[in-house]
Every structure is written in C-alpha cells, then in structure tokens.
C-alpha cells in the first residue's frame, strides 16, 4: 500500500558522476517535490511540479535539475555530484498546491558521494 | 521568509512521562502549521495540523499541539509518552494564501525509554 515509492533507497556515486534519483506516487496527486536533507538539517525543498509546470526554488543550484515525464514519476537529476551533495532526497505528493495542504512523503534515498 | 525554531535537538524521556516539544515561527502573516513525524526507518508523516478555526488541534496517537498566535508558537504535547513515540519530531509552516511552500525546523529527536 505504498503511496510514494522511492527508488533506491541508498545510492553511491562517484565525484562528478551523473546520478538519477527516481520517485513514483499512487496517489495521482497534482503536485509532486524534491527536498535534500543533510545531516542535523530541516528538509530543504529544492522544486516542485504542479502538473508538467515546473518550480525552480531561488537558492537551488543549477545542477539539480528534475523531470516528471507523467502524473505518476519525477525524476531528480544531479548532473555532477559534488561531495557537498550528500545528503537524504526526498520526494513528497500533494493534491493541490494550497498551503493548508498535507504533504505524503517517500521514504527518501540516501546519496553517498565518493 | 519565513523561519521556524526548534530549541530541543534531542529529547530523552521515560515512558509515561509528559512531553512539549517547541516550536516557534517567524512570519508577519497569517500561517498554517504542521507537526511531521519520522518513525525510525521510516517517512515522515504528518501528526496534525492547523490552518483555522480552534487553535487547539488534536492528532493521531493521543498527541495536540497549540497555536498561541501573541507567542508566534504552536508546541506539541502528549499527557504520557510510550516507547513507541520514539522518533524525530518535525514543525513546519506555509504562509496561509501563499502556494504550498513548506518551511521546516531542524527536528527533534525523542527517545524514550521503557
């Protein structure tokens, strides 16, 4: 009865390797985010998808970049992996992007960097 | 922009015992409030939340929390903790009006001892 499926849950990359980090929900929720969390840290939301309309956060660096090819996957792309980018990725759904919304969350991948 | 303080990183506490984990927001405007729970090895989820009306909320597993607007906070509580509490306690906030942009706290940890 998994709503929001990660996928892996653990990934290990080398040092300006491209890595993929992928997400589905069974929701069929419109909406759908990335946030990175690092160690001791608050989850930091990195962008969203309303539908196929991306939303880039201000602060997220131009090498995170995100796909969302249907209503059901995103995908989170880091085109050259600095340690620096360790940390937990997490995906989470809503329904709409209201601020009274409840987000449901993935149980998130763990990216090592070496 | 908005920001939410956390000031316990880590909680110990025996079963039994009564628990306020605080959280405080800074945000001029008219909020929504969430209370998110990480499980161990698991996603977060949400615990309860507060977008209008009593500012007295109850959630699952017996915990509330209250919005205090004069105090700019909105502590969680539960009368008498069990083992099965343990786990990372998250405060968030959107700005009520504003598109779904959750600001998180860094997290506090409880653990509780049987």
């Known amino acids: 009865d998994a709503m929001v499926i990660q996928n892996p849950r653990y990934q290990v990359t080398q040092f300006g390797k491209p890595v993929t980090l992928s997400c589905s929900q069974t929701?069929?929720?419109?909406?759908m985010y990335w946030y990175q969390q690092k160690s001791s840290q608050a989850p930091k939301l990195l962008f969203h998808?309303?539908?196929?309309?991306?939303?880039n956060e201000a602060d997220t660096p131009d090498n995170f970049q995100s796909r969302r090819p249907n209503t059901s996957f995103c995908f989170l792309d880091i085109r050259s992996p600095g340690l620096g980018d360790a940390a937990m990725y997490l995906c989470a759904t809503s329904g709409r992007t209201i601020s009274s919304e409840t987000q449901y969350f993935g149980p998130g991948t763990r990216l090592l960097v070496l | 922009a908005q920001s939410v303080s956390q000031h316990n990183h880590h909680v110990i506490l025996s079963e039994a015992a009564s628990l306020e984990l605080g959280c405080n927001y800074s945000?001029?405007?008219?909020?929504?409030l969430f209370w998110y729970v990480q499980y161990p090895g698991q996603h977060l989820q949400l615990l309860l939340k507060?977008?209008?009306?009593?500012?007295l909320v109850k959630g699952i597993k017996g915990f509330e929390a209250e919005f205090i607007k004069s105090k700019f906070s909105f502590n969680l509580r539960k009368p008498s903790v069990q083992w099965s509490d343990t786990a990372e306690y998250f405060c968030?906030?959107?700005?009520?009006?504003?598109?779904?942009?959750?600001?998180f706290g860094t997290g506090t940890k409880l653990q509780v001892i049987p």
């Open positions: 968030a906030v959107t700005s009520s009006g504003g598109y779904q942009k959750v600001t």
């Open positions: 929701l069929n929720h419109n909406v």
């Open positions: 998808y309303y539908d196929k309309d991306f939303n």
């Open positions: 507060y977008f209008s009306g009593d500012p």
């Open positions: 945000y001029g405007g008219t909020v929504n």
